[in-house]
């Protein structure tokens, strides 16, 4: 990872809503994710980079990230300055019916700094298509997160292992997987 790769590219926030906060989905790795998203934050509104979120906006009647449900808002200390787009979708990739390829490339975007949940949902799906689509693309091991889940033959997984293997499963072949401490390092 090189300064000039990391300097100036959009850090892009999937999903950092107060949905994600809801006991339904049951206990998470990262705790400190959002302290650590709250550090790269600062420090691109700092250096005046693009800050871009995106922001879940289910059709699912029962889900806590419909429109119009307090979990639908995003969260205070991750939430949008006056000025930073906000780019809604419907499914778990923020590029599917949003616009948001049209809007990098217009804006000569090459570099995503990406942080947000869940590891392996919406993060994967994303961090996926922006490899796919020649986007230099670094995901933020922890400033992201996941919950523990059952896996195909039943066994429960932590959420620890559903996040290694999500980021295992993407480094190397549609990003590179970073840490909070790398990027602002390299960013200087």
Not at 48 to 62: T, Y
Not at 152 to 169: I, K, P
Request: a negative charge.
């Amino acid at each position: 990872m090189s300064a000039s790769s990391i300097r100036g590219s959009v850090l892009l926030l999937i999903d950092l809503q107060k949905a994600i906060d809801h006991p339904d989905w049951g206990i998470r790795n990262n705790p400190s994710a959002e302290s650590e998203i709250g550090r790269l934050l600062a420090h691109w509104r700092v250096e005046n980079w693009p800050v871009w979120h995106v922001r879940h906006d289910s059709v699912e009647p029962a889900s806590h990230y419909r429109p119009g449900q307090p979990g639908n808002d995003f969260k205070p200390e991750v939430a949008p300055s006056p000025g930073e787009p906000v780019i809604a979708k419907h499914t778990n990739n923020a590029f599917i019916g949003t616009g948001l390829e049209a809007r990098l490339r217009e804006g000569g975007h090459t570099g995503l700094v990406v942080v947000g949940v869940i590891t392996n949902n919406s993060v994967e799906t994303t961090v996926r298509m922006a490899g796919n689509l020649g986007f230099d693309t670094y995901l933020v091991a922890d400033g992201c997160f996941t919950f523990g889940r059952l896996d195909w033959d039943g066994r429960a997984r932590s959420a620890e292992e559903v996040h290694a293997m999500s980021l295992a499963n993407l480094h190397g072949e549609y990003c590179t997987v970073v840490s909070t401490a790398e990027v602002l390092h390299a960013s200087r």
